[in-house]
């Protein structure tokens, strides 16, 4: 599975971006793909995910202002971030997760900086 993720920027606070991650290779089983943020010196964090059947899971922190989506036509996933916070800024990765027999794989695309200035 190899993962692309694009769309990030510098934007003000209040402004909005949308992260795209297009998904290629084997996609089979995989059942959760999601958006982690990572910033110096902290572990990555889930942002949000979206499961089979379009079940979605967000952080605290991003409940409705971020909206995440797919496009199975396209194998793509997206991000929509309104209201724009300097504390989201950080490196969004987009991640694949194939669960079998129990056990789960994930897959990582590259990275896409989001800087939100104050």
């Known amino acids: 599975v190899q993962l692309q993720a694009s769309g990030g920027g510098l934007v003000q606070a209040g402004g909005s971006l949308r992260l795209s991650c297009a998904a290629s290779?084997?996609?089979?089983?995989?059942?959760?793909m999601g958006w982690y943020r990572q910033t110096p010196g902290k572990q990555r964090e889930l942002v949000a995910a979206?499961?089979?059947?379009?079940?979605?899971n967000y952080a605290d922190s991003v409940k409705g202002r971020f909206t995440i989506s797919g496009d199975n036509a396209k194998n793509t996933m997206y991000l929509q971030m309104n209201n724009l916070k300097p504390e989201d800024t950080g490196v969004y990765y987009c991640?694949?997760?194939?669960?079998?027999?129990?056990?789960?794989?994930?897959?990582w695309g590259q990275g896409t900086l989001v800087t939100v200035s104050s």
């Open positions: 979206i499961a089979s059947g379009s079940n979605t």
């Open positions: 991640n694949a997760r194939r669960v079998v027999a129990g056990s789960h794989y994930d897959f």
């Open positions: 290779g084997s996609l089979f089983n995989i059942n959760v």
